[in-house]
C-alpha cells in the first residue's frame, strides 16, 4: 500500500461552480479524516469517518459542504457553489490505530 | 476551549545546530494528547510522535528529543545537529480524544536549515 491518496492534487474551478475531491485511505484503516488548510495556517478539522459513519462535523463545514464514504473505503468532499474563500488544500487522513497517515492534499484554488 | 500556540513563525540556522521549536497548548481535559507533525515541501503531513497527558517522560528518537511539561503546558520539540532535509514546517497539534475525532494544530513553524 503506497499510503493515502487524494486525487485530484489540484483543482482551478470558477466560482459558483461545485466539485468534489476523492480520498482513498490506507486500506483496512476504518477512521477518515478531512482537514482544510490556508496558507500560513495549521490544518483544521472538518469531518471525521469511522467506517461508513460520519461522526463528527466541524462548524467551519457549512450547508455548501458535503462528505461521504460509502461502504467505509474511500471517501469523497464536495463542495457546492463555491466561493473564493473556498480555495485552500483539503487534507484528508487515514488512521487504524493512534498515528494519522495524511495525504498530500487537494489544492483548490476558486477564481 | 483547546488552543496550540507555536509562537516562531520562522526559525533559520546551519546545519549542525540545535534548535527548538516551542509549543504551548491550553486545554480544560485532564486527558489529552499531544503530537508533532512534519510538512514538507510536498505538502504531506509526517507523523512524529504521540504523547498522552499521564506520560511526562522525555523522548528521545535519534536527532529529534521532546521535552513535555504540563506545569508550563509546553511540548518542545529539539532536533540536534540539524540537517538541510530537515527544513519544513512543524506542526504541534492537541487532541483530547487519542486515536479518535479532530486534532486542533497551531499555526506551524518554518524550519530553515542552510548549508
Known amino acids: 500500500d503506497t499510503g493515502v491518496s487524494q486525487d485530484p492534487r489540484h483543482k482551478i474551478t470558477k466560482r459558483g461552480q461545485n466539485v468534489t475531491f476523492r480520498c482513498d485511505p490506507i486500506?483496512?484503516?476504518?477512521?477518515l479524516y478531512w482537514y482544510r488548510q490556508t496558507l500560513g495556517q495549521g490544518p483544521e478539522f472538518l469531518t471525521y469517518f469511522q467506517n461508513e459513519a460520519q461522526l463528527e462535523k466541524s462548524r467551519l463545514l457549512s450547508d455548501r459542504f458535503s462528505a461521504e464514504r460509502p461502504k467505509g473505503s474511500f471517501s469523497t468532499l464536495e463542495i457546492q457553489r463555491t466561493e473564493q474563500g473556498d480555495s485552500a488544500m483539503y487534507l484528508c487522513?487515514?488512521?487504524?490505530?493512534?498515528?494519522?497517515?495524511f495525504g498530500q492534499g487537494t489544492r483548490l484554488t476558486v477564481v | 476551549a483547546q488552543k496550540v500556540t507555536q509562537a516562531q513563525t520562522e526559525i533559520s540556522v546551519v546545519e549542525k545546530e540545535d534548535v527548538t521549536l516551542d509549543c504551548v497548548y491550553e486545554t480544560r481535559d485532564t486527558t489529552y494528547y499531544l503530537f508533532w507533525y512534519k510538512q514538507p515541501p510536498s505538502g504531506e503531513l509526517v507523523f512524529l510522535i504521540r504523547r498522552n497527558s499521564f506520560d511526562e517522560q522525555n523522548e528521545i528518537s535519534g536527532r529529534y528529543s521532546w521535552n513535555f511539561q504540563k506545569s508550563t503546558s509546553s511540548f518542545n520539540f529539539t532536533i540536534t545537529a540539524s540537517q538541510v532535509v530537515d527544513s519544513a514546517v512543524y506542526f504541534c497539534a492537541l487532541s483530547n480524544r487519542g486515536s479518535q475525532g479532530n486534532l486542533i494544530f497551531g499555526k506551524g513553524t518554518k524550519l530553515s536549515v542552510k548549508p
Open positions: 486500506s483496512e484503516h476504518n477512521r
Open positions: 487522513a487515514s488512521s487504524g490505530g493512534y498515528e494519522a497517515f
